[in-house]
Structure formats: structure tokens, C-alpha cells
């Protein structure tokens, strides 16, 4: 053996080793090339293939009852898989419409126009390689039957759907002239939607009782919450929430925790965005009015041909520069919209985003009165206005002629503002590999910053200078599921979904910089999921369960300033996993269009950053000492945990005229988070709290739904709802009253809607509850006071004219005035607003 032969590093072997690397990776290079080209290529062939081999389409005409073409009609395509699942077409002048480069399988159709009753939901089988016809016929009278989504994750036609859910489209939300989703929604029955306030300010969703952080909002089914509240729901953006560019709002009531995960304990509000599609179209509107109130909004819509790519958008902006008490300046600039590419008839990539830029100005809480009030259970009744100003230009609260004046409420704070904004974006890719097979690939990232002002102005207890203090929420989510079909009636859905969330919390303080503090946590869950659903007899009989399981894995909070942190040295273990399941069943009679439904299942919602970390600095410990970290949160603190019970009837009357839906409802909350200070937190604690967040017994709703929806004559639409509620804590919050607050005994809503001919539209809303408890926290004694506020009664009436200017193009006219008959009324001792007027129009194109 020569020394060549084994000195690697010869002259020789270098040069051979040289061309060997070089060879290698002019290999890799080859093997990369094919890589990332085959996929292309693969897809490409595909195409091809699906195009001369397995492209199906669906064409046919919208005609009215004399057979004559409806044009504008909108023709909506739902595939019975999860993949794949929604197309839109719009009729040209002689009605028809056409889907082309569809993959097989069953898809369901429905079409809509203004003035008409929706085609009830039909099903339709395409077939490879062939073309189906199917005429669509638009009647003149009949209540509305649109195709749910929300209720399984699936596409159902409502007489297949085995759960309450709620629609309300886009239609409905311009004849009412509503802006804000959160409004629209006090027409649903079982939910409770309260704002503090007029425009901008706070607004909670309670559904069938619960709390607030028990009714989970979605973005075109995907979960939208806030990380940095405290409670890690929605209910800190709600109000952001506008009707920039939304398809319709559907509304899961009942637990739907093992399909949506956390927050779903009472229910779900899922805000679907426009899905877009030729032919192009759009609109501008403005309106303005009371309280200082302007809104603009420009909306587009369209796609390529044959609708390959399809696209939506809409930018919105509110301002409203008075406000109630002339102080009380909002302002939101909202922008909403989504593209889709159609790569093969069997593949989809889209992708979809929501943002706000929100500011509003702040008031003080309300206070009792500073004078002996009646022991229990005080009613509400308002200081006079005349007194209310000069409490806020300083008089005293003792000083005041209270008269029969029991609270003070809430005063003008002109320091005091809150500035948020959000983003929600998503891609999502899916394929249909076969019939019987599908899957999808998610990525959603939620970014919410929160930014709350105050200074030394004002009438509660005031810092000595200006100070910030910021709560930014980061979550990100990859969802990956997959759906096999066992024969045409046997639906299966499986998936796993990681996500990661973050909460930042700064104090800043322009006077004493000494004194800011900070803290920094993040936490990681996983969760596994799976659906079954099956349907018999002829699709009569519809059955579906669902289980899902996640678990959590905390990192170690950073807070500054770090030394005196209450979390230091202490073992963070993977705090408990949650389990849900649910199970629901639904029987049709077609002949007498009568539906039996049941659904029960169990939810839970996962202890908020805030709740496991939440703490406060207190740079000037009472009665001295070093400054310090004070805490509140426990990382030990086990998810809450509920069970639901729900039966209904839904019953049709003269064809499609008239529905009635008769619901009882039952929840039992077993394990809740609350804050408590009243001797609950187990000692000695580890974190040296006192008091704070706590494992505890949960309190019970139940009662009964109600809702009828007639269109009597071909004119005329009329929804009513009506929802009776006994919900109570099983541990009393505040001194012994075991009543849930914020929760009437009884709610009801009704909405008109009149048309005169083609052009003229008339609506009415009226919207009233039984009285109210709820707790005022009195700075005085560090003590809260438990009133009895009367409940709402308020009438909305408006009307529209549209004027038709070509064939696809028009302008409408409408004008609303909210409260009527000039109600006052209070919100947990907010001010709402009184009689306002508002005026507009619309370009449509």
C-alpha cells in the first residue's frame, strides 16, 4: 500500500475528492430540480387529465314562478365534504348560471334575489366527465332555509341540521342597517348581547345564561380570540367586529367544544366572509347622523374566468365624534376579504384576512349614591342629569341631592381612552383525493394589541400623571384534517391542531418611569379531534358524535422587574388536559315537515395566560416596604368544565310560509375559574396570594327557545323570538345572591319587513326584556352593591328605496331611527344612546 493509497489528504486524493463533490452535487442539484418540478408537473398532468377526463359542471337557469329569468341572482354550491366547500355564481341577464371544473361527487345548491324566498337547499350528484342541468325556481313568498355550515363543520340543508343554529345574511344586515355584528345578533334567541354604552363601547355575548368567555367566535370557522384578556375570549373586540365584508353570521347554540375547542361552553358565532366570483361587482355606501356618526364602505367582488380564481374585499370606516355625552369619540377602520385559486378541480388554495384599527374614548363605572341604601337588593333608579354634571365638575358625592336616586351613573372620563387593533389571517389548502377521501392543511395567526390611556382627570381614582398599559395577545394555529366517507351516508373527520399562544403585558408610567413592569408568558396545547356522522332512512335520520382532547405545556413567564417575581423557582408541570365529546340526533317527518332534534355533550375552556400568570406591581407597597410583584394567576388552575342538554322541535307550516322552533335547553357548569377574595385560595399559597384565581363549583342555566318565521304574504317578513332563562350560581359572587347577573328572566324580539313593489322596503325591529341584577362596586366601602336594572325596551324603525339605473347596476336610499319612542335605559349603569337618526346610500354595480 502506497502512502497515496491511504493519505487522504494527497494532492491526488484532493483532486479526486473534488470531482466526487462536484459530482455530487451537480447529483443533488438534479434530484432538487425534480423535486420541487414534479409537484408542478404532477399537478399540471392532473389538470389535464381532470380536464378532458373527470371536470363535471353544474349550469341551468334562476326563474321566477311565470318561468321568466331572475338576473342577479345569487347560486350558492355547497360539496357535502368538508373539503372544497363553497362556490358562488351570479345569473346574468336571462338568469342562468354555470360551476365548471368540479370534481365529483354530491354537492348542495340554493339560490337567492332580492325580493324572492331562497330556493330551499336541493342536493345534486355530479358525475365525472359529465354535465348536470338543474333550473332553479325562485318563490315569491317564504321564510329563509339557507344551508348551514357551523352546526357539524359540514355543509347541512336545515332539515338535516340536529342542533340550534341561526342564519343571518348579508341581505338582512343592509335592510336593517346594521353595522355592527354584534347587534344583528340581538335578534337570535337564547343570546344576550349587552353594550356599555353607544358606538365602540364594550360589548358581551352571553348565550342561554352563561358568561361571557362561553360563546367562542369564529372567522370562516376558524376560532378568533384575544390571548391577552383576561378571560382569553372575543369579548374585548366585539365591538370592532363590522359588517365590512361578510357573507352571513351563523350561530351554534349549544356546547361546541369538541369541534371548536375552547370558549365553546354555551355556543358559537361564526362570521363568514364573502366568497367572491364572477361576475365582477361591488358597492359604495355612506351614511351618517346622530351622536356625530359617519360610516363609508366600499365592497368588491369577483373572479377569472370560469372562476379559477375568485376574490372578495371590503374596507369599512365608522366615526362617531360625539358620542352620548358629547365626549365619547370613536372612531374603527375595518378591512375583510379573502381570494381563493381553484389549482385543479380537486385542489384549493385560498386565503383570508380580517383587521381593525379601533379608538375609543372612556367613561368612569357607575357608582351607588353616597347615602344609606336599602339592604338585599336595591333598584336601579338614575341620578338626575343636573346632579350627574356637577359630580363631574367636582362636587362631591356626599354633597349631591340625591333624591330617589339609588346610583350614580357612569360619568365622562376626558383622559381616559382605549386603543385596539387586530389581524386574523389564514391560508388554507385542501384537497379531494378521492371521492371518499379529503384533507386540509390550515395556518391561521391571530395579533391582537390592546392600549389603555388614563390621567389624573376624572372622577374615580386617578393616577397623578399620564400612564399606558398595553395587553398584546399572539396566537397561531396549524389545523390538519382529514375526512373519509364510508359509503354515501357515513362521514368521518379526523384531525390534530397545534397552537401557540403568547400574552405581553406592559405598565408604563410618564411620570415615575422607575415604576413600569412587565410580564412576557407563552403556552403551547395540542389537540386531537374526530366526527362522525351518519345519515338513514333516506337522510331522515341524522347522527353525529364528536370527541376531542388537548393538552397544554406552559413556559416559565418572564416579568420585569425580574427580582421580585412570584413565579421565580417554581416547577411548571403540564397543567391538566381537557376531554369534550357531544352527541346529536335528528328525525325528519317530510310528509307533515316536522323535525325532532336532541344534542348533548359536554364543553370546556382552557385557563386564560392571564388567569394562570396574571399579577400587578406595586412599586409603593401600602404602609411601605420594597416594591413588588403581587400575584393573582395560578399555572396550576385545571380548564372549566360543563354538560348540555338540548331537545327542539322544528316545525314548517303551508310549504315554506311559516316555521316554529320550540327548544328547553339545559347547562350545568361542574368547574369554573373565578376571582376570588373571600377566602377560597387554599393557604399557605406558593405564590403568596391571598386571593385571586380559583378552581370552583359553576352554576346551572336552563329554559326555553322560542322563534317563528312567517312570510304570510308575498310582501311581508316576519321573524319573532322569545327566550326564557333561570340561571344561578351555585356559590353566591356577591353577598348571598345566587341569581346570575346581567341574565332577564325573559327576552323577545320581533322584525318586519314590508315591501311595496320591487323598490320600497319598510323594516321594523323591537327588541325588549324582563328587569336584571347586576353588581356596582362602590369605592367608598371596597364593597359591591347588587341592583335591579330594568330591562331594555327599544324599537327600530327604517325604510329603503332602491332606484335601478341599467341592468346591473342601482342606488338605494334608506334611513333608520334606532330607539323610537326615546327609551331610557341603562346597561350595568352605562347610559345607552336615546332616539338617533341616521341617513345614506348605496352604489351598487
Do not use: W
Not at 489528504?9 to 423535486?35: G, Q
Not at 380564481?309 to 369619540?329: E, F, P
Not at 379526523?494 to 403556552?523: I, K, M, Q, T
Not at 376571582?675 to 406558593?686: I, K, S, Y
Request: proline fraction near 4%.
Amino acid at each position: 500500500m502506497t502512502n497515496t493509497q491511504f493519505n487522504r489528504y494527497s494532492p491526488v486524493n484532493k483532486r479526486s475528492l473534488t470531482d466526487k463533490l462536484l459530482r455530487a452535487r451537480k447529483f443533488l442539484h438534479a434530484v432538487a430540480l425534480v423535486a420541487l418540478c414534479a409537484p408542478f408537473a404532477l399537478a399540471q398532468e392532473a389538470s389535464a387529465t381532470a380536464t378532458t377526463t373527470t371536470t363535471a359542471s353544474i349550469n341551468g337557469r334562476v326563474t321566477d314562478a311565470q318561468g321568466a329569468g331572475v338576473a342577479g341572482a345569487i347560486v350558492t354550491l355547497y360539496a357535502r365534504a368538508p373539503q372544497l366547500r363553497r362556490l358562488t355564481a351570479v345569473a346574468d341577464a336571462g338568469g342562468a348560471y354555470r360551476f365548471e371544473s368540479l370534481a365529483a361527487g354530491e354537492y348542495l345548491i340554493e339560490a337567492d334575489a332580492r325580493g324572492f324566498a331562497p330556493v330551499v337547499a336541493q342536493k345534486v350528484i355530479v358525475e365525472r366527465g359529465r354535465a348536470t342541468t338543474l333550473d332553479l325556481a325562485l318563490e315569491v313568498a317564504g321564510v329563509r332555509a339557507q344551508v348551514v355550515v357551523t352546526a357539524a363543520d359540514t355543509p347541512q340543508p336545515v332539515d338535516e341540521v340536529s342542533k340550534a343554529v341561526t342564519t343571518i345574511g348579508a341581505g338582512e344586515l343592509d335592510e336593517r342597517d346594521e353595522y355592527a355584528l354584534s347587534e344583528a345578533l340581538r335578534a337570535v334567541p337564547g343570546l344576550r348581547v349587552q353594550q356599555l354604552g353607544g358606538p365602540g363601547a364594550f360589548v358581551t355575548i352571553k348565550t342561554r345564561g352563561l358568561r361571557n368567555q362561553d360563546t367562542a367566535v369564529l372567522i370562516d370557522g376558524l376560532r378568533f380570540r384575544d390571548p391577552a384578556s383576561e378571560r382569553g375570549d372575543a369579548s374585548g373586540y366585539l365591538s370592532d367586529l363590522h359588517a365590512t365584508n361578510v357573507s352571513r353570521v351563523e350561530v351554534l347554540r349549544g356546547s361546541g367544544s369538541s369541534l371548536y375547542g375552547t370558549n365553546a361552553i354555551g355556543g358559537v358565532v361564526n362570521i363568514i366572509t364573502d366568497e367572491g366570483g364572477a361576475p365582477l361587482r361591488g358597492s359604495l355606501l355612506a351614511e351618517g347622523g346622530g351622536l356625530g356618526l359617519f360610516r363609508g364602505r366600499a365592497q368588491l367582488a369577483g373572479g377569472t374566468t370560469a372562476n379559477r380564481v375568485v376574490y372578495s374585499a371590503g374596507v369599512s370606516h365608522l366615526n362617531a365624534t360625539r358620542g352620548i355625552d358629547g365626549d365619547d369619540a370613536a372612531r374603527t377602520t375595518s378591512g375583510q376579504g379573502r381570494v381563493r385559486f381553484q389549482l385543479t378541480p380537486t385542489i384549493q388554495l385560498g386565503a383570508r384576512f380580517y383587521a381593525a384599527d379601533s379608538f375609543i374614548q372612556l367613561n368612569e363605572d357607575a357608582r351607588p349614591v353616597a347615602a344609606v341604601l336599602p339592604a338585599g337588593i336595591v333598584r336601579a333608579v338614575p341620578l338626575a342629569r343636573t346632579e350627574l354634571r356637577r359630580f363631574e365638575n367636582g362636587t362631591n358625592a356626599a354633597a349631591l341631592t340625591n333624591g330617589a336616586a339609588t346610583f350614580i351613573p357612569s360619568t365622562n372620563d376626558p383622559d381616559a381612552a382605549r386603543a385596539t387593533r387586530f389581524f386574523s389571517g389564514a391560508l388554507v389548502f385542501t384537497q379531494r383525493v378521492t371521492g371518499s377521501f379529503g384533507y386540509t392543511v390550515s395556518y391561521q395567526g391571530n395579533k391582537t394589541d390592546g392600549a389603555f390611556y388614563d390621567g389624573p382627570a376624572g372622577t374615580g381614582f386617578e393616577p397623578f400623571g399620564t400612564t399606558r398599559a398595553d395587553f398584546d395577545g399572539r396566537a397561531h394555529t396549524l389545523n390538519a384534517r382529514a375526512d373519509f366517507r364510508l359509503g354515501r351516508a357515513n362521514l368521518i373527520t379526523a384531525g390534530y391542531e397545534f397552537e401557540r399562544e403568547r400574552f405581553l403585558n406592559r405598565s408604563l408610567s410618564s411620570f415615575a418611569p422607575a415604576d413600569d413592569s412587565a410580564l412576557d408568558v407563552a403556552e403551547r396545547s395540542h389537540a386531537f379531534f374526530i366526527q362522525d356522522q351518519v345519515r338513514l332512512l333516506d337522510d331522515r335520520l341524522q347522527l353525529s358524535a364528536a370527541f376531542r382532547t388537548q393538552r397544554f405545556a406552559l413556559s416559565r413567564p418572564e416579568l420585569a422587574p425580574v427580582a421580585t417575581s412570584p413565579f421565580a423557582g417554581f416547577d411548571f408541570d403540564s397543567p391538566a388536559n381537557a376531554y369534550t365529546g357531544d352527541g346529536s340526533i335528528a328525525y325528519s317527518f317530510r310528509t307533515t315537515g316536522t323535525k325532532l332534534r336532541a344534542h348533548v355533550g359536554n364543553g370546556y375552556r382552557a385557563p386564560s395566560l392571564y388567569e394562570r400568570f396574571g399579577s400587578f406591581y406595586d412599586p409603593r407597597p401600602f404602609g411601605g416596604g420594597s416594591p413588588q410583584f403581587a400575584a393573582f394567576g395560578d399555572p396550576r388552575l385545571r380548564p372549566e368544565r360543563s354538560v348540555a342538554f338540548d331537545a327542539g322541535l322544528d316545525q314548517n307550516f303551508a310549504g315554506t310560509r311559516a316555521r316554529a322552533s320550540a327548544t328547553y335547553f339545559y347547562t350545568r357548569l361542574q368547574e369554573v375559574i373565578a376571582f376570588d377574595f373571600t377566602g377560597l385560595v387554599v393557604q399557605p399559597d406558593p405564590f403568596g396570594r391571598f386571593g385571586g384565581y380559583v378552581n370552583t363549583r359553576g352554576g346551572l342555566a336552563r329554559g326555553v327557545e322560542l322563534s317563528f318565521d312567517a312570510a304570510p304574504a308575498r310582501t311581508l317578513d316576519v321573524r319573532a323570538a322569545y327566550t326564557y332563562t333561570n340561571a344561578d350560581e351555585r356559590t353566591p359572587r356577591v353577598g348571598n345572591v345566587l341569581r346570575s347577573f346581567a341574565i332577564p328572566d325573559h327576552q323577545f324580539n320581533l322584525t318586519a319587513t314590508q315591501r311595496v313593489g320591487r323598490r320600497l322596503l319598510f323594516n321594523f325591529d323591537l327588541t325588549a326584556s324582563s328587569n336584571y341584577l347586576a353588581p356596582v362596586f362602590n369605592p367608598s366601602t371596597f364593597a359591591s352593591v347588587v341592583y335591579r336594572f330594568d330591562g331594555i325596551r327599544k324599537a327600530d324603525a327604517g325604510a329603503n328605496y332602491t332606484l335601478p339605473l341599467g341592468e346591473s347596476r342601482s342606488l338605494r336610499f334608506f334611513g333608520y331611527v334606532e330607539n323610537l319612542f326615546g327609551r331610557e335605559y341603562f346597561e350595568n349603569g352605562f347610559r345607552t344612546p336615546g332616539r338617533t337618526g341616521k341617513a345614506g346610500a348605496q352604489f351598487s354595480f
